[in-house]
C-alpha cells in the first residue's frame, strides 16, 4: 500500500477498529447517527511550542540520497530509527524532512525525550495525542491496565494520523518505558509515524523497526555548508581557506565537529574542539 511521503494518510480508509487489531478503547460509544470520528482526520492541534517541531537549520546541505531513503521507509513503517554518532546531525535532518511533509498532512509533534522527567514519557504522550482528539479515553480506567493504555496511544496516534518525532533518545531517562511504546507501535500502528534519534539501535528493537544510519557530510558538502553558515551570520574566515578535505578528515564530516571550530575564545569549548584544533 502506497503511502504519500511522511503523510501516511491511507488510501483505502481508516485502520480497523475491531478488538483483534487495536484493543478496548474504552471511549464513550458515538450518539447513534453521528459521524465516525475516524471517518476524516483530526484538525490540526495547537500544541505548545516545547512540543513543536523548530524551523529547519538554514546551514543544512547534502544528504538528498539519506532524505529519500527516509521517505520510502516511512511509507512502509510504522517506527523509524535514525543513528549515528553524538554530532551527526540526525535532529536536523530529521527536522529538515518533517519540514518538506505535504501541506494536507497530519499532525506533527517532536518530543524532546531528554528534557523529560523520570516516568512522565506516557503522560506526555497521552496529553499530546488528545489536544486532536475530540472524545480522549479515560486513563483513570486504563492506568491498571497497562497492555490497554499502549492500545490506547496507538489508537490516538493512528486517528491523526501523527508524526511523532522523538529526539534525543540517548539520555531518556527511562530507556525501558521507551522501547515498550516503540516495540507496540512497531507491531500495532497502522497510519501513525514514529521517528526516532538514537546513537545507536538497541538489540530489543531489531527486527522489529527500520533504522537509517546517518552519513556524515562529504568534503564537497563542505564548502556550500561554508557558505551557508556565512549566510547565517557566522564568521567563517578562520575556516574559508581550509581544504576541505582536511575538514572532512578532522572532523569526521560532523556539523558540531565543524561548528565547534568556530568557536571564539571567549565561548566555552565543545567537547570536540581540542581534539579538532590539535589535528589542525
Same mark, same amino acid.
Do not use: C, Y
Given at each position: 500500500?502506497?503511502r504519500?511521503?511522511?503523510?501516511?494518510?491511507?488510501?483505502?480508509?481508516?485502520?480497523?477498529?475491531?478488538?483483534?487489531?487495536q484493543?478496548?478503547?474504552?471511549?464513550?460509544?458515538?450518539?447513534?447517527?453521528?459521524?465516525? %470520528?475516524?471517518?476524516?482526520?483530526?484538525?490540526?492541534?495547537?500544541?505548545?511550542?516545547?512540543?513543536?517541531?523548530?524551523?529547519?537549520?538554514p546551514?543544512?546541505?547534502?544528504?538528498?540520497? /539519506?532524505?529519500?531513503?527516509?521517505?520510502?521507509?516511512?511509507?512502509?513503517? +510504522?517506527?523509524?530509527?535514525? /543513528?549515528?554518532?553524538?554530532?551527526?546531525?540526525?535532529?536536523?535532518?530529521? /527536522?529538515?524532512?518533517?519540514?518538506?511533509?505535504?501541506?494536507?498532512?497530519?499532525?506533527l509533534?517532536?518530543?524532546?525525550?531528554?528534557?523529560l522527567? +523520570?516516568?512522565t514519557?506516557?503522560?506526555?504522550?497521552?496529553?499530546?495525542?488528545?489536544?486532536?482528539?475530540?472524545?480522549?479515553?479515560?486513563?483513570?480506567?486504563l492506568?491498571?491496565?497497562?497492555?490497554?493504555?499502549?492500545?490506547?496511544l496507538?489508537?490516538?496516534?493512528?486517528?491523526?494520523?501523527?508524526?511523532?518525532l522523538?529526539?534525543?533518545?540517548?539520555?531518556?531517562?527511562?530507556?525501558?518505558?521507551?522501547?515498550?511504546?516503540?516495540?507496540?507501535?512497531?507491531?500495532?500502528?497502522?497510519?501513525?509515524?514514529?521517528?526516532?534519534?538514537?546513537?545507536?539501535?538497541?538489540?530489543?528493537?531489531?527486527?522489529?523497526?527500520a533504522?537509517l544510519?546517518? +552519513?556524515?557530510?562529504?568534503?564537497?558538502?563542505?564548502?556550500?555548508?561554508?557558505?551557508?553558515?556565512?549566510?547565517a551570520?557566522?564568521?567563517t574566515?578562520?575556516?574559508a581557506?581550509?581544504?576541505?578535505?582536511?575538514?572532512?578528515?578532522?572532523?569526521g564530516?560532523?556539523?558540531?565537529?565543524?561548528?565547534?571550530?568556530?568557536? /571564539?575564545?571567549?565561548?566555552?569549548?565543545?567537547?570536540?574542539?581540542? %581534539?579538532?584544533?590539535?589535528?589542525?
Amino acid at each position: 500500500m502506497s503511502r504519500d511521503v511522511l503523510n501516511p494518510h491511507p488510501p483505502d480508509g481508516p485502520p480497523d477498529t475491531g478488538p483483534s487489531a487495536q484493543g478496548t478503547s474504552m471511549r464513550p460509544s458515538s450518539p447513534a447517527g453521528a459521524p465516525s %470520528r475516524t471517518t476524516a482526520a483530526s484538525p490540526v492541534p495547537r500544541l505548545p511550542l516545547s512540543l513543536r517541531l523548530p524551523n529547519p537549520d538554514p546551514t543544512f546541505v547534502g544528504h538528498g540520497e /539519506t532524505l529519500a531513503t527516509l521517505h520510502t521507509l516511512l511509507q512502509d513503517h +510504522p517506527v523509524v530509527v535514525l /543513528t549515528g554518532p553524538a554530532g551527526i546531525g540526525k535532529s536536523t535532518l530529521a /527536522t529538515e524532512a518533517l519540514q518538506r511533509r505535504p501541506p494536507h498532512a497530519g499532525p506533527l509533534a517532536r518530543l524532546p525525550l531528554a528534557t523529560l522527567p +523520570p516516568g512522565t514519557l506516557q503522560h506526555t504522550l497521552r496529553r499530546t495525542l488528545a489536544l486532536g482528539d475530540a472524545i480522549p479515553p479515560d486513563w483513570r480506567l486504563l492506568d491498571p491496565l497497562p497492555e490497554e493504555a499502549l492500545a490506547a496511544l496507538v489508537d490516538l496516534a493512528d486517528a491523526g494520523p501523527w508524526t511523532l518525532l522523538l529526539d534525543d533518545a540517548d539520555h531518556h531517562p527511562q530507556p525501558d518505558e521507551l522501547l515498550d511504546i516503540l516495540l507496540v507501535a512497531a507491531r500495532w500502528s497502522r497510519h501513525a509515524r514514529w521517528i526516532l534519534t538514537l546513537r545507536t539501535l538497541p538489540d530489543e528493537l531489531r527486527g522489529h523497526v527500520a533504522s537509517l544510519p546517518v +552519513p556524515p557530510l562529504q568534503p564537497h558538502d563542505i564548502p556550500p555548508w561554508l557558505d551557508r553558515m556565512t549566510r547565517a551570520g557566522h564568521d567563517t574566515t578562520a575556516l574559508a581557506p581550509l581544504d576541505p578535505d582536511t575538514l572532512h578528515h578532522t572532523t569526521g564530516g560532523r556539523p558540531a565537529a565543524l561548528r565547534a571550530l568556530l568557536a /571564539t575564545p571567549d565561548t566555552p569549548d565543545h567537547p570536540d574542539v581540542s %581534539r579538532v584544533r590539535a589535528l589542525l
